[in-house]
T-cell receptor, first 113, second 109 residues
Framework: DVKVTQSSRYLVKRTGEKVFLECVQDMDHENMFWYRQDPGLGLRLIYFSYDVKMKEKGDIPEGYSVSREKKERFSLILESASTNQTSMYLC????????????FGQGTRLTVV | GQQLNQSPQSMFIQEGEDVSMNCTSSSIFNTWLWYKQDPGEGPVLLIALYKAGELTSNGRLTAQFGITRKDSFLNISASIPSDVGIYFC?????????FGTGTSLTVIP
């Protein structure tokens, strides 16, 4: 059974803190993605990665960075958390093939106070 | 990034009724996907479609990949209370995914 696991379901952090969101997949997928989901704005791509140590900016990368040191793990880093980064964060993974599906983690609800 | 046009935005139906929702895009996709998301959870894949014209069922769910490769629909037959949630379509091409805005489904017992 496919599995994408995010390290936390709920996080509360203070403004200015450095925040790490971790995602692990057990399907040997090449592609991994970080999205944020906000009411009325849908899913927006922050960063994605096609391979270890490789990363590409998505639509809203400002204020975020990522790390992919191992194939199964993709981390999202908020360098200095701000209140406008309060959101639902979703990690997903997929195979590197022409026709493929994305599998999502359970989500991390981050609140920055 | 591109967002797909998904309609309707919300639906309120009686238990037992059938439901239909659709997605359209200006772009061609290799794959069409349908997800369901419960409150506070991540989206769960319901159906994946790989070929233009393909019609696929998963229990009470039926989805079709449009002939033009720019649209897809999802039908739910004989709705039950646990069908409540938000349904998203997604199109996939070049290892990227593009999502619809979601259809919020409420089932009245």
């Amino acid at each position: 059974d496919v599995k994408v696991t995010q390290s936390s379901r709920y996080l509360v952090k203070r403004t200015g803190e450095k925040v790490f969101l971790e995602c692990v997949q057990d399907m040997d997928h090449e592609n991994m993605f970080w999205y944020r989901q906000d009411p009325g704005l849908g899913l927006r791509l922050i960063y994605f990665s096609y391979d270890v140590k490789m990363k590409e900016k998505g639509d809203i990368p400002e204020g975020y960075s990522v790390s992919r040191e191992k194939k199964e793990r993709f981390s999202l880093i908020l360098e200095s958390a701000s209140t406008n980064q309060t959101s639902m964060y979703l990690c997903a993974s997929s195979l590197w093939v022409p026709e493929t599906e994305a599998f999502f983690g359970q989500g991390t609800r981050l609140t920055v106070v | 990034g591109q967002q797909l046009n998904q309609s309707p935005q919300s639906m309120f139906i009686q238990e037992g009724e059938d439901v239909s929702m659709n997605c359209t895009s200006s772009s061609i996709f290799n794959t069409w996907l349908w997800y369901k998301q419960d409150p506070g959870e991540g989206p769960v894949l319901l159906i994946a479609l790989y070929k233009a014209g393909e019609l696929t069922s998963n229990g009470r769910l039926t989805a079709q990949f449009g002939i033009t490769r720019k649209d897809s629909f999802l039908n739910i037959s004989a709705s039950i209370p646990s069908d409540v949630g938000i349904y998203f379509c997604a199109g996939q091409s070049s290892n990227q995914f593009y999502f619809g805005t979601g259809t919020s489904l409420t089932v009245i017992p």
